[in-house]
Protein backbone atom coordinates (compact mmCIF):
# COMPACT_ATOMS: atom_id res chain seq x y z
CA UNK A 1 0.00 0.00 0.00
CA UNK A 2 1.93 3.23 -1.00
CA UNK A 3 1.34 6.45 1.18
CA UNK A 4 -1.24 8.11 -0.43
CA UNK A 5 -3.86 5.41 -0.24
CA UNK A 6 -3.15 4.87 3.60
CA UNK A 7 -3.38 8.46 4.18
CA UNK A 8 -6.69 8.32 2.33
CA UNK A 9 -7.70 5.85 4.01
CA UNK A 10 -7.13 7.39 7.54
CA UNK A 11 -9.38 10.19 6.19
CA UNK A 12 -11.48 7.85 5.44
CA UNK A 13 -11.91 6.11 8.66
CA UNK A 14 -11.41 9.96 10.21
CA UNK A 15 -14.79 11.24 8.72
CA UNK A 16 -16.24 7.75 9.92
CA UNK A 17 -15.59 8.50 13.13
CA UNK A 18 -16.31 11.86 12.73
CA UNK A 19 -19.63 11.54 11.65
CA UNK A 20 -20.61 8.77 14.33
CA UNK A 21 -18.98 11.07 16.85
CA UNK A 22 -21.50 13.33 15.80
CA UNK A 23 -24.99 11.61 16.16
CA UNK A 24 -24.58 13.09 19.89
CA UNK A 25 -27.97 14.40 21.59
CA UNK A 26 -26.86 17.65 20.84
CA UNK A 27 -28.11 18.35 17.69
CA UNK A 28 -25.52 20.56 16.15
CA UNK A 29 -21.73 19.42 14.16
CA UNK A 30 -18.71 19.90 16.72
CA UNK A 31 -15.78 19.82 14.21
CA UNK A 32 -13.27 17.20 15.71
CA UNK A 33 -11.21 17.02 13.45
CA UNK A 34 -8.37 18.97 12.30
CA UNK A 35 -6.32 19.58 8.61
CA UNK A 36 -3.61 22.51 9.04
CA UNK A 37 -6.49 23.70 12.04
CA UNK A 38 -9.66 23.16 9.61
CA UNK A 39 -12.31 21.23 9.98
CA UNK A 40 -11.84 18.05 7.38
CA UNK A 41 -14.76 19.02 5.76
CA UNK A 42 -14.18 23.14 5.28
CA UNK A 43 -15.35 25.58 7.46
CA UNK A 44 -18.88 25.89 7.62
CA UNK A 45 -20.11 28.48 4.47
CA UNK A 46 -21.27 32.20 5.19
CA UNK A 47 -25.32 31.66 5.42
CA UNK A 48 -27.02 33.04 2.37
CA UNK A 49 -28.81 36.21 3.11
CA UNK A 50 -32.58 36.02 3.00
CA UNK A 51 -35.88 36.65 4.00
CA UNK A 52 -35.24 40.63 4.00
CA UNK A 53 -38.57 41.55 4.71
CA UNK A 54 -38.66 39.34 7.47
CA UNK A 55 -35.16 39.52 9.07
CA UNK A 56 -34.44 43.62 7.57
CA UNK A 57 -31.07 45.37 8.27
CA UNK A 58 -31.85 47.80 11.23
CA UNK A 59 -29.42 50.90 12.24
CA UNK A 60 -28.41 52.15 15.49
CA UNK A 61 -26.81 54.94 16.50
CA UNK A 62 -23.01 55.00 17.97
CA UNK A 63 -20.63 57.30 18.97
CA UNK A 64 -17.77 57.33 16.76
CA UNK A 65 -15.68 57.93 19.61
CA UNK A 66 -16.31 56.29 23.08
CA UNK A 67 -13.94 57.54 24.85
CA UNK A 68 -14.06 61.07 23.83
CA UNK A 69 -17.55 63.17 25.07
CA UNK A 70 -16.14 66.03 22.98
CA UNK A 71 -16.34 64.07 19.50
CA UNK A 72 -20.15 64.47 18.70
CA UNK A 73 -19.90 62.59 15.17
CA UNK A 74 -21.92 59.16 15.55
CA UNK A 75 -22.84 56.46 12.57
CA UNK A 76 -25.10 54.34 11.71
CA UNK A 77 -24.08 50.99 13.18
CA UNK A 78 -26.08 47.43 11.06
CA UNK A 79 -27.42 44.69 13.11
CA UNK A 80 -30.47 42.59 12.93
CA UNK A 81 -32.65 40.69 15.29
CA UNK A 82 -34.63 37.55 15.40
CA UNK A 83 -37.37 36.79 18.15
CA UNK A 84 -38.67 33.66 16.76
CA UNK A 85 -37.07 31.23 19.55
CA UNK A 86 -37.74 33.91 22.34
CA UNK A 87 -40.04 33.68 25.68
CA UNK A 88 -39.63 36.31 28.46
CA UNK A 89 -36.81 34.99 30.97
CA UNK A 90 -35.34 33.41 28.28
CA UNK A 91 -31.09 34.49 27.31
CA UNK A 92 -29.94 37.28 24.89
CA UNK A 93 -27.80 35.81 22.65
CA UNK A 94 -25.98 38.38 20.76
CA UNK A 95 -23.28 37.62 18.26
CA UNK A 96 -20.30 40.06 17.11
CA UNK A 97 -19.71 40.82 13.55
CA UNK A 98 -15.79 40.16 12.76
CA UNK A 99 -13.42 41.84 9.92
CA UNK A 100 -15.88 41.70 7.33
CA UNK A 101 -19.78 42.31 6.01
CA UNK A 102 -22.39 40.52 7.94
CA UNK A 103 -25.49 39.06 6.88
CA UNK A 104 -29.12 38.16 7.87
CA UNK A 105 -28.37 35.04 7.29
CA UNK A 106 -26.65 34.40 10.81
CA UNK A 107 -30.05 34.97 12.71
CA UNK A 108 -31.95 33.46 10.55
CA UNK A 109 -30.22 29.59 9.52
CA UNK A 110 -31.63 27.07 11.60
CA UNK A 111 -28.71 24.68 12.16
CA UNK A 112 -26.06 26.94 13.38
CA UNK A 113 -24.88 25.98 16.69
CA UNK A 114 -26.14 29.39 18.52
CA UNK A 115 -29.23 29.32 16.38
CA UNK A 116 -30.01 25.65 17.59
CA UNK A 117 -29.35 26.70 21.20
CA UNK A 118 -31.66 29.45 20.80
CA UNK A 119 -34.18 27.51 20.27
CA UNK A 120 -33.14 25.16 23.27
CA UNK A 121 -33.00 27.84 25.73
CA UNK A 122 -36.08 30.00 24.23
CA UNK A 123 -33.15 32.67 23.74
CA UNK A 124 -33.56 36.26 21.55
CA UNK A 125 -30.87 36.91 18.90
CA UNK A 126 -29.21 39.88 17.75
CA UNK A 127 -26.19 40.09 15.65
CA UNK A 128 -24.48 43.34 14.99
CA UNK A 129 -21.95 44.82 12.59
CA UNK A 130 -18.29 45.50 13.32
CA UNK A 131 -17.79 49.29 12.69
CA UNK A 132 -16.01 49.82 9.49
CA UNK A 133 -17.17 46.87 7.95
CA UNK A 134 -20.08 45.66 5.38
CA UNK A 135 -21.84 48.99 5.76
CA UNK A 136 -21.48 50.30 9.15
CA UNK A 137 -19.54 52.77 7.70
CA UNK A 138 -18.33 55.99 9.88
CA UNK A 139 -17.27 57.60 6.84
CA UNK A 140 -18.96 55.87 3.80
CA UNK A 141 -16.53 55.39 1.25
CA UNK A 142 -14.73 58.53 1.77
CA UNK A 143 -12.48 57.25 4.73
CA UNK A 144 -8.91 58.69 5.60
CA UNK A 145 -5.78 56.85 7.00
CA UNK A 146 -7.22 59.41 10.12
CA UNK A 147 -10.41 58.22 10.41
CA UNK A 148 -9.08 54.54 10.82
CA UNK A 149 -8.22 55.79 14.66
CA UNK A 150 -11.02 54.77 15.65
CA UNK A 151 -11.11 50.94 14.16
CA UNK A 152 -10.10 49.05 17.04
CA UNK A 153 -11.59 46.44 19.32
CA UNK A 154 -11.29 48.43 22.25
CA UNK A 155 -14.23 50.95 19.94
CA UNK A 156 -16.01 47.71 19.00
CA UNK A 157 -16.14 46.34 22.75
CA UNK A 158 -17.80 49.98 23.65
CA UNK A 159 -20.50 49.54 20.58
CA UNK A 160 -21.98 46.59 21.86
CA UNK A 161 -21.98 47.80 25.57
CA UNK A 162 -24.52 50.48 24.17
CA UNK A 163 -26.13 48.40 22.12
CA UNK A 164 -26.70 46.28 25.33
CA UNK A 165 -27.68 48.91 27.71
CA UNK A 166 -29.94 50.78 24.97
CA UNK A 167 -31.82 47.23 24.57
CA UNK A 168 -32.16 46.36 27.87
CA UNK A 169 -34.02 49.90 28.36
CA UNK A 170 -35.87 49.25 25.09
CA UNK A 171 -37.20 45.98 25.46
CA UNK A 172 -37.55 46.28 29.20
CA UNK A 173 -35.84 42.89 29.45
CA UNK A 174 -35.32 42.12 33.29
CA UNK A 175 -32.41 40.89 34.86
CA UNK A 176 -31.09 40.06 31.49
CA UNK A 177 -28.62 37.09 30.62
CA UNK A 178 -26.39 38.57 27.50
CA UNK A 179 -24.60 35.72 26.35
CA UNK A 180 -21.88 37.08 23.43
CA UNK A 181 -21.16 34.73 20.85
CA UNK A 182 -18.41 35.19 17.90
CA UNK A 183 -15.55 33.09 16.62
CA UNK A 184 -12.00 34.10 15.13
CA UNK A 185 -11.24 37.51 15.59
CA UNK A 186 -14.96 38.44 16.77
CA UNK A 187 -14.41 35.35 19.28
CA UNK A 188 -11.26 37.62 21.00
CA UNK A 189 -13.84 40.17 21.43
CA UNK A 190 -16.61 37.83 22.43
CA UNK A 191 -14.04 36.70 25.80
CA UNK A 192 -12.37 40.15 26.47
CA UNK A 193 -16.16 41.35 26.46
CA UNK A 194 -17.10 39.43 29.34
CA UNK A 195 -13.70 40.14 31.15
CA UNK A 196 -14.15 43.80 30.48
CA UNK A 197 -17.82 44.19 30.78
CA UNK A 198 -18.90 41.48 33.29
CA UNK A 199 -22.03 44.12 34.53
CA UNK A 200 -23.52 43.41 31.01
CA UNK A 201 -22.59 39.89 29.95
CA UNK A 202 -23.46 36.90 31.46
CA UNK A 203 -21.47 34.77 29.81
CA UNK A 204 -19.69 34.28 26.40
CA UNK A 205 -18.09 31.61 24.09
CA UNK A 206 -15.69 32.07 22.36
CA UNK A 207 -15.30 30.01 19.36
CA UNK A 208 -11.81 29.76 17.65
CA UNK A 209 -10.40 33.00 19.18
CA UNK A 210 -7.32 33.80 18.93
CA UNK A 211 -6.98 35.10 22.68
CA UNK A 212 -2.78 33.64 23.74
CA UNK A 213 -0.55 36.44 21.94
CA UNK A 214 2.04 34.46 20.87
CA UNK A 215 5.69 36.03 19.15
CA UNK A 216 6.65 34.50 16.17
CA UNK A 217 2.99 33.08 15.47
CA UNK A 218 4.15 30.71 12.10
CA UNK A 219 1.86 28.36 12.39
CA UNK A 220 -0.67 31.26 11.27
CA UNK A 221 1.47 31.99 7.98
CA UNK A 222 1.27 27.48 7.67
CA UNK A 223 -2.06 27.94 7.26
CA UNK A 224 -1.90 31.02 4.24
CA UNK A 225 0.60 29.19 2.94
CA UNK A 226 -1.67 25.59 2.78
CA UNK A 227 -4.59 27.70 1.55
CA UNK A 228 -2.36 29.38 -1.48
CA UNK A 229 -1.33 25.72 -2.74
CA UNK A 230 -5.12 24.85 -2.49
CA UNK A 231 -5.86 27.38 -5.57
CA UNK A 232 -2.11 27.20 -7.19
CA UNK A 233 0.80 24.94 -6.12
CA UNK A 234 2.88 27.64 -8.59
CA UNK A 235 2.09 30.32 -7.21
CA UNK A 236 2.60 29.02 -3.27
CA UNK A 237 5.73 28.23 -4.74
CA UNK A 238 6.55 31.58 -6.24
CA UNK A 239 5.51 33.24 -2.80
CA UNK A 240 7.56 30.66 -0.68
CA UNK A 241 10.75 31.11 -2.31
CA UNK A 242 10.24 34.94 -2.30
CA UNK A 243 9.80 34.85 1.28
CA UNK A 244 13.21 33.03 1.20
CA UNK A 245 14.93 35.98 -0.28
CA UNK A 246 13.37 38.63 1.26
CA UNK A 247 15.07 36.49 4.77
CA UNK A 248 18.28 36.54 3.11
CA UNK A 249 18.08 40.23 1.68
CA UNK A 250 17.23 41.64 5.22
CA UNK A 251 20.51 39.96 6.70
CA UNK A 252 22.29 42.49 5.13
CA UNK A 253 22.42 46.72 5.12
CA UNK A 254 22.58 46.05 1.70
CA UNK A 255 20.18 44.02 0.92
CA UNK A 256 17.94 45.92 3.52
CA UNK A 257 18.19 48.84 1.30
CA UNK A 258 16.85 46.65 -1.64
CA UNK A 259 13.91 45.81 0.40
CA UNK A 260 13.21 49.26 1.21
CA UNK A 261 13.33 50.34 -2.47
CA UNK A 262 11.80 47.42 -4.28
CA UNK A 263 9.20 47.08 -1.63
CA UNK A 264 8.30 51.00 -1.05
CA UNK A 265 8.73 50.77 2.44
CA UNK A 266 8.70 53.94 3.87
CA UNK A 267 10.71 53.91 6.79
CA UNK A 268 14.52 52.89 6.82
CA UNK A 269 14.72 49.40 7.88
CA UNK A 270 17.12 49.16 10.99
CA UNK A 271 17.40 45.97 12.25
CA UNK A 272 18.99 47.63 15.83
CA UNK A 273 15.64 50.25 16.31
CA UNK A 274 13.17 48.23 17.99
CA UNK A 275 10.45 51.00 15.97
CA UNK A 276 11.32 49.85 12.91
CA UNK A 277 12.25 46.21 13.20
CA UNK A 278 9.89 44.74 10.22
CA UNK A 279 9.26 40.74 10.34
CA UNK A 280 9.28 39.94 6.88
CA UNK A 281 6.62 37.67 7.25
CA UNK A 282 4.16 40.73 7.76
CA UNK A 283 5.83 42.75 4.45
C1 LIG B 1 -10.96 64.80 22.43
O1 LIG B 1 -11.30 65.40 21.21
C2 LIG B 1 -10.98 66.78 21.15
C3 LIG B 1 -11.60 67.31 19.85
O2 LIG B 1 -11.11 66.64 18.73
C4 LIG B 1 -9.48 66.95 21.22
O3 LIG B 1 -9.15 68.31 21.17
C5 LIG B 1 -8.99 66.32 22.50
O4 LIG B 1 -7.58 66.33 22.52
C6 LIG B 1 -9.45 64.89 22.64
N1 LIG B 1 -9.11 64.38 23.94
C7 LIG B 1 -8.40 63.27 24.12
C8 LIG B 1 -8.16 62.89 25.53
O5 LIG B 1 -7.98 62.61 23.19
New binding site residues.
Given amino acids: MNGRVTVLLLLLVGCALSASLNKGSTGFNRKRWLIHGRPWHGLVPLPAAHDASKFPDQWFTQPL?NF?A??KQTYQQRYWSNDQFYKPGGPIFIMLGGEGPESNGWVRAEGLEWVTLAKKFNAMLYLIEHRFYGESQPYGKLISIDGYQYLSSRQALADMANFIKAKNAEMKYENPKWIVFGGSYSGALAAWARQQYPELVYGSLASSAPIQAEVDFYQYLEVVEFAFSQVDAQCADSIHKQFVLLQKLMKTAAGRETVKVEMQVCERIDPHTPRTSINSGNL
Avoid: A, G
Wanted: charged share 25%; no cysteine; aromatic share 0%.
Fill in positions: DNSI
